[in-house]
């Protein structure tokens, strides 16, 4: 014990055979002073009391009264040392994994982007297809000729609907 460990009655500090209660108001009485307070209130607070026997086995939550402050200083250190690695341990995991969510966001992004590509693609294929549907119904199969360069020459090199008409011979 510090050398601020004394019986809060008569003052007297450990030594040979002395034996210290702690009471549940947080005073400390020797044996001999204990003795003459038992059953009462305590002389320090007028609380009544009950008390344990100060020993070398003590629960952890009694203890640490008892323990030098550069000591638990020290404990704490390492218990925080621990807790920063901890933090950062997960906060390493956390971090790489938003970073996938984040390629997986733009992945779906880039597909969103090409589906609605496809999608107006496919529109403008079924209006053109209408429109030459329309033209063969118009004509008639019969008075309709029309060459098969020519034909991919519109779909490859000039899609716009307008310049069909040129390659439609009657
Ligand atoms: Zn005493
Ligand atoms: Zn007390």
């Given at each position: 014990?510090?050398?601020?460990?004394?019986?809060?009655t008569?003052?007297?500090?450990?030594?040979?055979?002395?034996?210290?209660h702690?009471t549940?108001?947080?005073?400390?009485?020797c044996?001999?002073?204990?003795?003459?307070t038992?059953?009462?209130?305590?002389?320090?607070c007028?609380?009544q009391?009950?008390?344990m026997m100060?020993?070398?086995?003590?629960?952890?939550?009694v203890?640490?009264y008892f323990?030098?402050?550069l000591?638990?200083?020290?404990?704490?250190?390492?218990c925080?040392?621990?807790?920063i690695?901890?933090?950062?341990?997960?906060?390493n995991?956390?971090?790489?994994?938003?970073?996938?969510?984040?390629?997986?966001m733009?992945?779906?992004?880039?597909?969103c982007v090409?589906?609605?590509?496809?999608i107006?693609?496919?529109?403008?294929?079924?209006?053109?297809?209408?429109?030459?549907?329309?033209?063969?119904?118009?004509?008639?199969?019969?008075?309709?000729k029309?060459?098969?360069e020519?034909?991919v020459?519109?779909?490859?090199?000039?899609p716009?609907q307008q310049?069909?008409?040129g390659?439609?011979v009657?």
């Amino acid at each position: 014990m510090g050398e601020w460990f004394h019986c809060n009655t008569c003052f007297i500090q450990p030594g040979e055979g002395i034996m210290f209660h702690l009471t549940s108001c947080g005073h400390i009485y020797c044996e001999k002073c204990l003795k003459q307070t038992s059953g009462e209130r305590c002389c320090m607070c007028s609380s009544q009391y009950t008390a344990m026997m100060l020993t070398t086995e003590m629960k952890p939550e009694v203890e640490v009264y008892f323990t030098e402050p550069l000591d638990l200083v020290n404990k704490n250190l390492k218990c925080l040392k621990q807790l920063i690695q901890v933090i950062d341990f997960q906060m390493n995991h956390r971090k790489r994994f938003f970073s996938h969510l984040k390629d997986m966001m733009s992945l779906l992004h880039a597909h969103c982007v090409r589906a609605n590509q496809d999608i107006t693609e496919i529109i403008k294929l079924r209006e053109e297809n209408s429109y030459l549907r329309r033209l063969v119904h118009e004509k008639g199969n019969k008075n309709l000729k029309y060459s098969v360069e020519a034909i991919v020459h519109y779909f490859v090199f000039e899609p716009a609907q307008q310049n069909l008409v040129g390659y439609i011979v009657e």
